[in-house]
């Protein structure tokens, strides 16, 4: 911002690196839980062992904290008055 980029500018920039690195953990985390999942058949109750909509909605949560968690510093970076972070530093 302190060159010339938009507050909104600044947010997409976040939340784009945000959701890259949360879309990768969720693929990652996916894979590597339906592969882990023969080990705890054991203690599942009430759930099927690799169940496509747990799996999903487990994804779903774990992207939508991600995001959350992303656009909370990146609005207050955007609404930062550039000469003020400056001048701190």
């Known amino acids: 911002m302190a060159l010339g ?3 909104g500018a600044v947010v997409r920039l976040v939340l784009s690196r945000v959701s890259l ?3 990768a953990g969720v693929i990652v985390g996916a894979a590597a839980s339906v592969w882990l999942s ?3 058949a054991t203690l599942l109750f009430g759930v099927e062992l690799r169940d496509p909509v747990t799996v999903a909605a487990a ?3 774990l992207a939508a904290v991600g995001g959350v968690a992303g656009w909370l510093p990146a609005r207050r970076a955007s ?3 550039p000469a003020d ?3 701190e530093s």
Request: net charge positive; charged share 15%.
């Open 85 to 87: 972070v400056l001048r």
């Open 21 to 23: 690195l949360v879309g």
């Open 5 to 7: 980029a938009a507050p």
């Open 59 to 61: 994804g779903a949560v």
């Open 38 to 40: 023969q080990f705890i």
């Open 79 to 81: 609404r930062i008055d």
